[in-house]
Structures are given as C-alpha cells and as structure tokens.
C-alpha cells in the first residue's frame, strides 16, 4: 500500500481531474503514478507539461533509453517496471537492450553515448566529466540535445524519487532493480 494516497478518478482533486480524464482516454487507463502526482494539481500540471516537452526531442527509442537507464541507477522498481513495459510495447526495443539499458548502455553506438551520459548524470548527480561530455558530443550530440538529456535525467529522476518515497503500487508486469538485468 502507497504511503502516499493514489486516489481513485473520481476522488482526485478537482484541479487534476481534466488532466487525469486527458490521460485516460489517451491511455484506456491513468497508471497509479499520474494518480499520485494528481494529489498536487499544480505538480500534474508541471510534470505533464515537462513531459509532453521532452516528448518532442530525441527518438522514443532513446527515451526510454534512458529512462530504464535513470530508474535502474535511482532504484526505483516502479519506473523500471513501467519503462520495461513501454520499451518493450511503445519503443519496441527487445528484452537484450533493455538489459543493456539497466546497465547505462546501448547496442545502438549513437543511443550508448546517450544512455552512458544519462547514466552517469543520474550517479554524480550532474557532476561529470570533460570526457563524459565530449564524449556525447562526439556520438553527434548537439549542445540542446545535451540540455534535453540531462532534462530527461531530471524527468525521471522526479518521478523515481515521487515513487520511492511513496513506495507506489506498480501497476505494471513487475520488474525489480535488485534483479539482475
């Protein structure tokens, strides 16, 4: 049980009901994590806004990508298991570079230098290297690709934080950082 209320639709606060309506029928249905930002309907309203921004660079591919990458380094088994389920259904990345992801990596050469310095600004919390940077510029990175990595690393980082700290029920097929991947 969340140690944060995931309430049902029709209890959500009344200034995130047109946005948890949006998402269902969009979806069929609205996961438990929008249910559990929906408490605050200031904090939906920013989270889904980033969102639908990030959604617009970089490939869905690269992505989730990176957000298997950031909820395997943060620990969060809910993101892991929803971007699990996305990769595989949405991205239609396979199980094999799904694994990879988990570990900051990548079978596709441009996406591991993505992944890597995804990976590596989730663990130094942004504190990286020359090389770490020249290293995603040289992959073909520009400057406002760099930006919206490191943006994606923060998106992530929210919602694997949020998800901790209420300890969310996962709602999706379970995947668990603790498993080897």
Known sequence: MSRI?????????????ATLDTIHKQLGVVPNLFRLIGNSPVALTAYTGFHAALSKTLDVKTRERIALAVAQVNGCDYCLSAHTYLGLNLAKIGPEEIALNRKGASSDPKANA??????????????????????VRDAGFTDAELVEIVALVAENSFTNFLNEVADTEIDFPVVRVADAA
Request: net charge neutral.
């Open 5 to 17: 209320a995931v309430p049902a639709l029709d209890a959500a606060p009344e200034g995130s009901k």
């Open 114 to 135: 993505a992944v890597q310095f995804a990976a590596k600004v989730a663990e130094k919390r942004g504190h990286v290297s020359d090389s770490d940077i020249k290293a």
